[in-house]
């Protein structure tokens, strides 16, 4: 069983994303962070050319940011839970249909909302892909979860009450938080 550390922070400042990686990176694989090399392209998961072999995926919402790397590729959202959203109405438009009943049967709709939202980001994060053309296509409240033909493992995680986390991987895997 694979180990996926997830970092967080709750006082970020919406400016330091790539900082915060880089410092925690520095950390990880004991080189100096002028020595990482980051390659953020536009509608791609950034990557680090140097070293090579670090999976790592990057989310942030309101004021939490948080960090997950991983031995291989990993998928990791994080949403704040929003009161003011009407789950039903979007859960109609955006999931898939089994999802969509998922919501309008849950005591807490809007939780239960943000957190299948969180699954899907953290399934397309793990592909490198965007929501767009693939919200609807694929359920994760059912098991398995497939995507694009592939299996895939995801797990809700907390690390605030007021949020919803989520991991997608393609293997076994636990999940260790630490709070930085």
């Not at 979007?90 to 998922?102: I, Q, V």
């Not at 809007?110 to 299948?116: G, K």
């Not at 994760?140 to 997608?168: C, H, M, R, W, Y």
């Amino acid at each position: 069983m694979d180990r996926i550390t997830v970092y967080y922070t709750d006082s970020y400042d919406g400016k330091s994303s790539h900082r915060l990686l880089r410092k925690i990176a520095s950390e990880l694989y004991g080189i100096t962070e002028d020595q990482l090399v980051l390659v953020s392209e536009f509608g791609k998961k950034p990557y680090f050319t140097t070293p090579t072999g670090v999976h790592f995926s990057i989310s942030h919402s309101d004021n939490l940011w948080a960090c997950a790397f991983a031995p291989r590729e990993v998928g990791l959202d994080v949403q704040i839970i929003n009161h003011r959203r009407d789950p039903l109405s979007l859960s109609k438009r955006f999931f898939h249909p089994d999802e969509a009943l998922y919501v309008g049967d849950a005591t807490d709709a809007i939780t239960t909302f943000t957190e299948i939202w969180a699954r899907k980001e953290a399934v397309v994060k793990l592909f490198g892909v965007g929501i767009a053309g693939y919200f609807d296509k694929f359920s994760t409240v059912s098991e398995p979860i497939v995507f694009e033909g592939k299996d895939v493992q995801v797990a809700n995680f907390l690390i605030s009450p007021e949020f919803a986390s989520a991991i997608a991987y393609s293997g076994e895997f636990e999940i260790k938080t630490v709070k930085i």
